[in-house]
C-alpha cells in the first residue's frame, strides 16, 4: 500500500480551518438580545421570563455555544465545584459512593472533583490543598484521620467539610457514617452464637485509617467479654488486596492452626480468606467460618457465599452530599451526626464451631 508523502499530509493539515469559537456575543446577535440578559439567563434564570429564557436556551443548543467556567466564578465569586478525597480509587465501595454523592449534587448543580490520598495524611492534606486552590467550595472526607492543622486551617478559611464513613469527628466537625466498633460487633457476635472460640482475624492496616482501627478494637473488646482472647499473632494487618489476604489466613494458620472463625475488615479481604481456605482443602463452612464487612455485590456470588456487614452505602454518601450542600448554601442548626444503618447479612460462609 502506498504512503501518503510528508509534504502531502502537510498540505492536507493547512488546509483545515480551525474550529470556530462561539461566544457570548454570537449567542445574543442570534437571540435578539444583549448579553447581559444572557448572562442573566445563565447565572440567574429566574430573573429572566420564561419565553425568552426558553429562546435563548434554544439558541445556546443551536449554535453549541459553552459558557466560561473561569468567567461565571468571578461574577458569582463561586466555584460550583466541591471536592472528595477517598483513600483509594481501586475499591469498588468508594466508586459506588462516589456515584450516589456525585449524582446528588448534580441535583443541586454542583460539579466533582476527586483526588486520592493513598491512606496517607501527608498527601491528603496536599489534596485539600490542591482543592482549594481551585476554589471549591466545600470538600468532603473518608473517615477521620485527617491531621488537624488541615482541618484548622479549613475551620479558618470558613471552608464547609463532612467526615463520610465514621462518627466522633475532631473539631466538632460533621459526619455521615456508623461506629465501626459497634457495627463489627455483629458479626463477632454471630461467630459467638455458631459456638467458636478460636479466632483469627484480617484487618486492614490500621495507621492513618480509622475504620480498619476501630474494627480491630471492636472485635478484641467483644471477644475479651466473652473471656476469648485475641492475642497479638491471631491479627494479621494488610493492604486491602486479595493476594494479601491470602498471605495473611497462611500466616494465621502456621501460627495458630485450630483457627475455625476469621473476622476480615472488608469483603476484599474475607475474599482472599475463602480462596486460601479453598487452596487448602478446609471446607467453608464447615471447618472455618468467615465473616467481611461492606456488602459488596460479589459477596452475594461467591462459592460459598460470604457472610457480611451491609453497610447503607448510597445514603451515607448522598446525605453527606445534602449536608454539604446545606453547609454550603448557609443552613443552620444541622445535625452534627448522620447516622448509617449497617446490619449483618448471614449467608453460606459461616456455620456452626465443628
Known amino acids: 500500500m502506498e504512503t501518503c508523502p510528508t509534504k502531502t499530509l502537510e498540505a492536507i493539515w493547512s488546509m483545515r480551518k480551525p474550529a470556530k469559537t462561539i461566544t457570548i456575543n454570537h449567542v445574543a446577535k442570534a437571540a435578539g438580545v444583549s448579553t447581559a440578559t444572557i448572562s442573566r439567563a445563565l ?40 471536592g472528595m478525597i477517598v483513600p483509594t480509587l481501586d475499591n469498588a465501595i468508594f466508586a459506588q459512593g ?90 463477632v457476635q454471630h461467630l459467638i452464637h455458631l459456638g467458636h472460640t478460636e479466632f483469627g482475624m484480617i484487618a486492614g492496616i490500621t495507621i ?61 479481604l474475607a475474599l482472599g480468606a475463602l480462596l486460601e481456605a479453598r487452596k487448602r482443602g478446609i471446607a467453608v463452612p464447615e471447618k472455618m467460618s468467615i465473616i467481611g464487612f461492606d456488602d459488596l455485590e460479589l459477596s452475594r456470588h461467591l462459592m460459598p457465599s460470604l457472610t457480611t456487614l451491609h453497610v447503607d452505602a448510597t445514603a451515607m454518601w448522598t446525605e453527606a452530599a445534602k449536608h454539604l450542600i446545606a453547609q454550603i448554601e448557609g443552613a443552620i442548626q444541622l445535625p452534627q451526626e448522620i447516622k448509617t444503618a449497617v446490619n449483618l447479612v448471614i449467608r453460606e460462609s459461616t456455620g456452626k464451631c465443628p
Open 43 to 82: 447565572n440567574q434564570p429566574t430573573a429572566v421570563r420564561p419565553a425568552l429564557r426558553e429562546r435563548i436556551q434554544k439558541t445556546i443548543k443551536k449554535l453549541g455555544y459553552i459558557p466560561n467556567a473561569s468567567a461565571r466564578s468571578l461574577m458569582l465569586r463561586r466555584s460550583g465545584t466541591i
Open 98 to 187: 462516589l456515584a450516589a454523592f456525585q449524582s446528588q449534587l448534580l441535583t443541586s448543580h454542583y460539579q466533582l472533583l476527586v483526588a486520592s490520598s493513598n491512606y496517607d495524611p501527608e498527601i491528603e492534606a496536599k489534596q485539600i490543598n490542591n482543592l482549594l486552590v481551585r476554589g471549591v467550595e466545600g470538600i468532603a472526607f473518608f473517615g477521620i484521620s485527617q491531621q488537624l492543622e488541615i482541618l484548622q486551617l479549613l475551620q479558618h478559611r470558613g471552608v464547609p467539610y463532612i467526615h463520610i464513613g465514621s462518627l466522633n469527628a475532631p473539631l466538632g466537625g460533621f459526619c455521615s457514617g456508623y461506629d465501626n466498633q459497634r457495627a463489627i460487633k455483629l458479626g
Open 208 to 268: 492513618n485509617n480509622d475504620r480498619a482501627r476501630d474494627r480491630v478494637k471492636g472485635s478484641i473488646s467483644l471477644l475479651k467479654k466473652n473471656k476469648i482472647l485475641l492475642a497479638a499473632n491471631r491479627v494479621i494487618e494488610c493492604p486491602y488486596t486479595i493476594e494479601a489476604a491470602r498471605a495473611g489466613l497462611a500466616q494465621l494458620l502456621r501460627a495458630n492452626p485450630k483457627l475455625t472463625a476469621i473476622i476480615c475488615g472488608n469483603d476484599v
